[in-house]
């Protein structure tokens, strides 16, 4: 959601920084080998069998994760314990995508949503009208979030499913929480989905794809718990001018505002309600 600079104008503190790009990428080198998984995983929603620590780490996003392969699926974990991080995915949205040419652009690429926009959850809207005392300051929860859509299969509408049901594609995800709090989201993409021409007898060793999260912006009014505790509506605008290239293309972003933060607890929420765009390039491994 973009946020119109007349209407905040009196919290507007303008502070531009330049980046050397207008995504924020893992603290990593741009392109890794993807770790061989010699036993599949269980895409339950639990990291329980993902090796640790997770070998990429986004501090300014608070966001960790990793992506592993073995002969038939490239599995992506991604893991975040911050509270604001976590409401801006359940609430926002958020979309995974996997470029096979390895650019980091959503042009050609495969996508999973989900969560998927509460702004376009039609049964909450519904429910909010019928009851807004209830729901208006209600923190959406992740059991409310019921449906996923996959994108780039050449649909003319983009289809959408009921959480957990099965998909054409026999792409599986899950999201949940494990016992220390973190939100996990897990997914295993078959490697014939993505490269439906390679002959399967052979390896996909050296083939090389771009991972991208995309976690939406939140509206302004959105019921967000502050780091530290608190919570309540937060009025914030994070702040920054970036250039950079996705792929063979090239892409310039802007946001203007502040860190202000209205609510208790403590913390700031700046870069909250700006959308965040992390990439990785990672080769396939073979046996």
């Known amino acids: ?27 990593s080198p741009d392109t890794n080998v993807s770790g061989w998984q010699k036993t599949p995983l269980t895409i339950d929603g639990s990291d329980k069998d993902w090796d640790r620590p997770l070998p990429y780490f ?92 996959i994108y780039g299969f050449g649909n003319d509408s983009i289809p959408t499913y009921t959480y957990g049901d099965d998909n ?10 494990n016992n220390s709090g973190e939100l996990i989201y897990e997914a295993a993409i078959p490697l014939k989905t993505l490269y439906p021409e390679h002959n399967t007898s052979s390896s996909y060793a050296a083939k090389s794809v771009a991972v991208g999260f995309l976690i939406e912006a939140l509206p302004p009014d959105a019921n967000v718990p502050r780091e530290g505790g608190g919570g309540g509506p937060a ?12 792929g063979s293309g090239g892409g310039i972003g802007l946001s203007i505002g502040t860190g202000t933060g209205i609510g208790g607890g403590r913390g700031g ?3 909250l309600f700006k959308p965040t765009e992390i990439w990785q390039v990672v080769q396939l491994s073979g046996r």
């Open 235 to 246: 009025i914030g605008v994070g702040g920054g001018l970036g250039f950079g290239s996705f």
């Open 1 to 27: 959601m973009r946020i119109p600079l007349s209407a905040y104008g009196w919290a507007l503190s303008v502070t531009l920084a330049v980046s050397c790009r207008s995504s924020r990428e893992a603290q």
């Open 269 to 271: 929420t700046k870069g």
């Open 168 to 177: 054409p594609q026999g792409i599986v995800m899950r999201m949940d929480y």
């Open 58 to 149: 986004v501090n300014s996003d608070k966001l960790s994760y990793a992506v592993t392969n073995d002969g038939q699926n490239l599995y992506i974990l991604m893991t975040t314990k911050s509270p604001q991080e976590q409401q801006k995915i359940i609430q926002g949205g958020m979309t995974v995508w996997i470029n096979t040419k390895a650019e980091k652009t959503q042009g050609g690429a495969i996508g999973i949503g989900y969560p998927l926009d509460t702004r376009n959850d039609r049964d909450r809207q519904i429910m909010e009208s019928a009851q807004p005392q209830r729901y208006n300051h209600t923190v959406p929860k992740l059991e409310d979030r019921k449906d996923y859509s």
